[in-house]
């Protein structure tokens, strides 16, 4: 992509070998959310064990949050150094030898060395170039490709829990972390399978003279911080920073919620379920939906009512007390959850494009990792100083509608006042971007412009738009399609 990349006609396949992909990606997808969640099972034997009490062996997994969001940037470089499939074989075996290691720990610290960091950042360098070869391999099909690849995480949830469950009663914690490790090798094999999609073939090392600037400086950027100037990317960045203050705070209190309004262990523990059943049918079909002709130029308001309607869900249900009221709300609460699940990364690769996408990504990635930091921990400190979830459901509700809110409204006063008629160009409509379209036919794509079926409602944000030729900038970084893949 780029200068010099493949021309419109030998764009990204939308089939073929992209469905092994998008299988791989559905695997560390689900790996990558539901891996740390379902380590959890395994802290009342290491409460026992280690004589601590549950904050202290739930930093594991919050490490291994930390690691997975907090090194997107890290990732970003490595991918475009060394390319998507030895990144992610290489952070299979750190993942798997991170739990092996942690089976014969001794200490809480030696824990989090293992457990936390090494698996953390071996699942981190899994998952952000599964998502950019996804994006590569797909593009007619792609928000259908993000919303199946998506579903991996409620599908691994459900089913990791209680494996883990079942190994700590039959071999202990040191015997399921063991297991698990082995387990966590899966994720080279589907690194394996990340090859290049069909294009020019790369050369076999970089030219020096091409990867310098007349004046002798580097052009090539591991790491392109200059999409902070987009102004669609921060829009973005700042939706997906109030979103993952208030997004995840519900499933987390959920359980303890409903035992506090006197519903039975088992049947509080069951509520989870319900929205990961729902979460696991809602991100394919809001993937299908989101793919359809006239839907998906309009699908940053697609993402932003499913924001809306997470945040009103919690709000509505926050003086939720029956078991059926709260059932109500795991029906609502998945199936927006799915929505949000299965178009974040969508807007996301529409919004910066295939090139810049993965230092986008991993900015995004390290601003999600503080968001959650703050939000699911400070609203943990509220219930133990109020004694309250009702005002807690109020607070992350109101995050999260507040970043729908804050979407729409952007886009749209942006997309009103690019619309406005200034001269000939504003009147020509659809039948003079089909005969630029028809001009380029013959001409490399420039990494500047994006790829059909991009979000017009994004890409009226972005300085870019309207450009008639690649950015200098943006060469710095065409390494990142096929050549460096």
Not at 6 to 27: I, Q, S, T
Not at 136 to 160: D, H, I, K, M, W
Not at 181 to 210: I, Q, W, Y
Not at 216 to 238: E, H, K, N, S
Request: with cysteine; proline share 8%; hydrophobic share 45%.
């Amino acid at each position: 992509m780029g200068a010099g990349g493949p021309r419109r006609g030998a764009g990204p396949p939308d089939g073929g070998w992209g469905w092994v992909v998008l299988g791989a990606c559905f695997v560390i997808t689900g790996f990558a959310y539901g891996f740390p969640k379902a380590v959890s099972v395994f802290f009342g034997e290491l409460k026992q064990d280690f004589g601590a009490g549950y904050s202290d062996t739930a930093w594991v997994s919050s490490i291994m949050l930390a690691m997975l969001y907090g090194t997107g940037p890290l990732s970003s470089i490595l991918v475009t150094r060394f390319g998507c499939r030895p990144v992610m074989l290489a952070g299979g075996l750190l993942a798997s030898a991170g739990m092996i290691l942690a089976s014969f720990a001794s200490r809480l610290l030696e824990l989090y060395l293992t457990a936390g960091v090494l698996t953390g950042l071996g699942l981190a360098l899994n998952f952000q170039p599964s998502l950019i070869m996804l994006g590569l391999y797909f593009e007619r099909r792609r928000p259908l490709a993000n919303g199946l690849a998506a579903a991996g995480s409620p599908v691994f949830l459900s089913t990791l829990s209680p494996l883990g469950q079942l190994l700590g009663e039959r071999f202990g914690w040191r015997g399921g972390f063991l297991l698990f490790g082995g387990l966590l090798l899966h994720c080279c094999a589907c690194g394996a399978v990340m090859r290049p999609p069909p294009g020019p073939p790369p050369p076999l090392r970089p030219d020096p003279e091409k990867d310098r600037a007349p004046g002798g400086g580097a052009r090539r950027r591991l790491l392109d911080v200059a999409v902070c100037t987009d102004r669609a990317f921060m829009v973005y960045v700042v939706t997906k920073f109030l979103m993952a203050l208030g997004l995840f705070v519900p499933p987390i209190l959920l359980v303890n919620y409903a035992k506090d309004a006197g519903v039975p262990d088992a049947e509080a523990a069951f509520l989870l379920s319900i929205v990961g059943f729902v979460d696991i049918v809602a991100r394919p079909a809001c993937g299908a939906l989101a793919g359809l002709t006239r839907l998906r130029p309009h699908v940053p308001y697609l993402f932003s009512l499913a924001l809306l309607a997470n945040g009103l869900t919690d709000l509505i249900s926050a003086r939720a007390r029956s078991y059926g009221t709260l059932v109500a709300f795991c029906i609502a609460f998945g199936l927006s959850y799915g929505m949000v699940g299965a178009l974040q990364f969508e807007v996301l690769m529409a919004t910066v494009g295939a090139p810049r996408f993965p230092s986008a990504l991993g900015l995004v990635l390290l601003v999600e990792a503080v968001a959650v930091l703050i939000g699911p921990p400070s609203a943990g400190r509220l219930v133990d100083a109020l004694k309250n979830y009702e005002i807690i459901f109020y607070l992350a509700g109101s995050e999260v509608a507040l970043a729908g809110v804050f979407m729409a409204v952007i886009t749209y006063c942006c997309l009103r006042c690019s619309n406005t008629p200034s001269g000939p160009a504003a009147e020509g409509g659809a039948a003079d971007t089909e005969d630029v379209d028809a001009e380029r036919d013959s001409e490399p794509m420039p990494a500047s412009i994006e790829e059909p079926g991009s979000l017009e409602a994004l890409e009226v944000l972005s300085p870019r738009a309207g450009s008639s030729g690649p950015e200098p900038e943006v060469e710095t970084v065409s390494g990142l399609g096929h050549e460096s893949v």
